[in-house]
């Protein structure tokens, strides 16, 4: 098959960009250097969630707030296509702390956030304790955000890679790309060792590899990997009713029945393994929270390459001075709850339509101007 095209990566963001582009109608390809989902979507707790701050763009709070309300429908037609069901569950998030200090600046961010329109509860630590009974009675005070939800992150990557290929794409695992394949100002197709494919466009998804393609198109892509280590527990005890998070990580229940505890973030390059300070950290951070997950039997502990960038916010756009190629790349710690309003603004660029959001923030020549 000649593509039409090429999508690198498939997390879920190059899972999702493939099934949007398939349902319109083009033939797709995707390379993935090793499983679907197996990078940071497999890594990932799976959170959706909207907690802007005073430091927060508008069109990035825009952008996320569009995603999450497509998530509903975006399960609903998963499951209906693939019979996979992706775990989009509602996960009320309690926010809490057991520090004074901490108390006044979550009064003050409560505030911002209401004078946003944003809906926040707030609670002290008897009605906390009555809502989530888990919760360590040293808790002084509680965000509550009800409307926040969660999904079993490599789920959603294997349904959105089934949808796709059940309406022609081709999704090919263990195949890495090695270089991007350009003509005078274009990008033409991609290698893989001897192997060349060609196609009309490529859109470079592959998460914190993503700074690979830097030197091919004379421009930085400064996507670097950071990485989030997790562990997972197993109790007979009754799932949490909420999501908890502290500012020192969180921890929730997912569909499966598993409890996740979350997570570190460490600057130390393409290095995925989970460590013993990080591990103990966060077995230290769960019964902290919660103490009865004292008694809980560890299940496993991983790690993910989350991709950061410099100013936080992902690169959606085409590479200044560039055609047949797009990045889609630099989600940090929001890939999932980004996953589908990004592959509908891929799609509209492909389309040449204008986009449904703004994208000037998100443009990855941002950083060749302050470069130069």
């Known amino acids: 098959m000649s593509p039409d095209v090429i999508v690198i990566g498939a997390g879920a963001i190059g899972t999702s960009i493939a099934f949007q582009l398939a349902k319109a109608g083009l033939k797709v390809m995707v390379f993935e250097r090793g499983r679907v989902g197996g990078e940071a979507t497999g890594a990932s707790a799976g959170m959706i969630q909207l907690n802007?701050?005073?430091?927060?763009?508008?069109?990035?709070?825009?952008?996320?707030?569009?995603?999450?309300?497509?998530?509903?429908?975006?399960?609903?037609e998963l499951l209906e296509r693939t019979g996979i069901d992706i775990g989009y569950r509602r996960a009320p998030l309690l926010h809490v702390t057991l520090d004074e200090a901490e108390e006044a600046r979550l009064r003050g961010h409560r505030a911002w956030q209401l004078d946003h329109g944003m809906t926040v509860g707030w609670l002290d630590g008897a009605a906390a304790l009555d809502l989530e009974?888990?919760?360590?009675?040293?808790?002084r005070a509680a965000l509550l955000y009800q409307d926040h939800y969660q999904v079993l992150p490599r789920a959603l990557a294997q349904a959105l890679a089934r949808a796709a290929t059940d309406l022609g794409a081709v999704v090919r695992e263990g195949a890495a790309v090695d270089r991007l394949l350009t003509q005078g100002d274009r990008v033409i197709g991609v290698a893989l060792g001897s192997e060349t494919i060609r196609s009309a466009e490529t859109v470079a998804?592959?998460?914190?590899?993503?700074?690979?393609?830097?030197?091919?198109?004379?421009?930085?892509?400064?996507?670097?990997?950071?990485?989030?280590q997790m562990v997972g527990l197993s109790t007979t005890a009754t799932p949490l009713r909420h999501a908890i998070s502290s500012s020192s990580g969180y921890i929730l229940t997912k569909a499966d029945g598993s409890t996740i505890v979350g997570t570190t973030v460490e600057e130390v390059g393409f290095d995925a393994r989970p460590t013993t300070a990080g591990v103990a950290g966060l077995l230290a951070l769960a019964p902290r929270l919660a103490p009865r997950l004292a008694d809980a039997t560890v299940s496993g502990a991983w790690a993910g390459l989350r991709p950061g960038t410099p100013d936080?916010?992902?690169?959606?756009?085409?590479?200044?001075?560039?055609?047949?190629?797009?990045?889609?790349?630099?989600?940090?710690?929001?890939?999932?709850?980004?996953?589908?309003?990004?592959?509908?603004?891929v799609l509209d660029l492909l389309a040449r339509r204008r986009p449904r959001l703004a994208l000037d923030v998100f443009d990855p020549g941002r950083f060749r101007i302050r470069a130069a």
């Not at 590479?319 to 603004?345: C, D, K, N, Q, Y």
């Open 52 to 76: 802007p701050d005073r430091g927060t763009p508008p069109a990035y709070a825009a952008l996320s707030t569009e995603s999450a309300r497509l998530f509903s429908a975006l399960a609903a």
């Open 133 to 139: 009974p888990a919760l360590n009675p040293a808790v």
């Open 205 to 228: 998804a592959n998460g914190a590899w993503a700074s690979a393609w830097a030197e091919a198109l004379h421009t930085p892509i400064p996507v670097r990997p950071v990485r989030g």
């Open 312 to 345: 936080g916010l992902p690169l959606l756009g085409r590479p200044p001075g560039w055609g047949g190629i797009v990045v889609a790349a630099g989600h940090f710690r929001e890939g999932i709850l980004l996953t589908p309003i990004t592959a509908e603004l």
